[in-house]
């Protein structure tokens, strides 16, 4: 049964920082591109940051660059999303997904690779 676990969200204020975990089980870690998406109320789920098998290679949206970045350890079946500099906006449930590898690069910031899907974490952002 594949599984991926999110932690960390919580309420910050803004111009601080958190850290969500996403834990993977279930399945060859390693084979997947690693994703996080938020969805704020009201709005469509939209692509946050990605990152390669290796964890070498990683794309962030343009509104959280600077601010967020996307570590993984591939030996702990776990990927990141630190998170800087919060902001009002970046208040939204965050998701972390696991994407085919065989996808063009662009299609990443798609949600049509993932293939699975965590539950989400709430995160917060009082002004």
């Known amino acids: 049964q594949v599984q991926l676990v999110e932690s960390g969200g919580g309420l910050v204020q803004a111009g601080g920082s958190l850290t969500l975990s996403c834990t993977v089980s279930g399945l060859a870690f390693t084979s997947y591109v690693m994703g996080w998406f938020r969805q704020a109320p009201g709005k469509e789920r939209e692509f946050v940051a990605t990152t390669r098998r290796s964890g070498v290679s990683t794309y962030l949206a343009d509104s959280v660059k600077g601010r967020f970045t996307i570590p993984r350890d591939n030996a702990k079946n776990t990927v990141s999303l630190l998170m800087n500099s919060l902001q009002p906006e970046d208040t939204a449930v965050y998701y972390c997904?696991?994407?085919?590898?065989?996808?063009?690069?662009?299609?990443?910031?798609?949600?049509?690779?993932?293939?699975?899907w965590g539950q989400g974490t709430q995160v917060t952002v009082s002004s």
């Open positions: 997904a696991a994407g085919d590898p065989r996808y063009s690069g662009t299609e990443y910031i798609t949600r049509r690779p993932y293939k699975y």
